[in-house]
């Protein structure tokens, strides 16, 4: 049986003054081996979410204020390789480790 490989996952995480949860997010998205990358949108914090978003190993981008301005710029941002888009906030209350679920039936 011939197997498909899986498809190139960005994952994009807005975030205002998330300075807190945000690496823990990054961390469990990261952890389930699924997103080619992790891109973290910096929605004009003005706390340290960008420095600690970058140090759990996410790509940090900016944008300005506002969610839908946030999502769009981390679309524009993410790998040509990008097959799939997963939105994912960065104050923790999307669980990571259910990523799974949603990718493996595309």
């Known amino acids: 049986m011939k197997t498909t490989p899986a498809p190139f996952v960005s994952v994009i995480s807005p975030a205002l003054n998330e300075e807190v949860p945000i690496a823990e997010v990054v961390r469990e998205v ?3 081996k699924i997103p080619g990358e992790v891109i973290v949108v910096d929605n004009e914090c003005t706390d340290r979410t960008a420095e600690r ?11 300005q204020r506002g969610y839908g301005r946030a ?4 679309a524009r941002m993410v790998s040509p390789d990008c097959e799939v888009l997963v939105f994912l906030d ?5 669980c990571g480790e259910l990523m799974a679920r949603l990718v493996e039936p595309v």
């Not at 978003?53 to 944008?63: E, I, L, M, N, S």
């Not at 960065?90 to 999307?94: A, I, P």
Request: glycine letters at 22%; aromatic letters at 0%.
């Open 30 to 32: 990261l952890a389930t």
């Open 53 to 63: 978003a970058a140090k759990a190993g996410a790509r940090v981008v900016g944008a």
């Open 71 to 74: 999502c769009a710029m981390g």
């Open 90 to 94: 960065g104050d923790g209350s999307d």
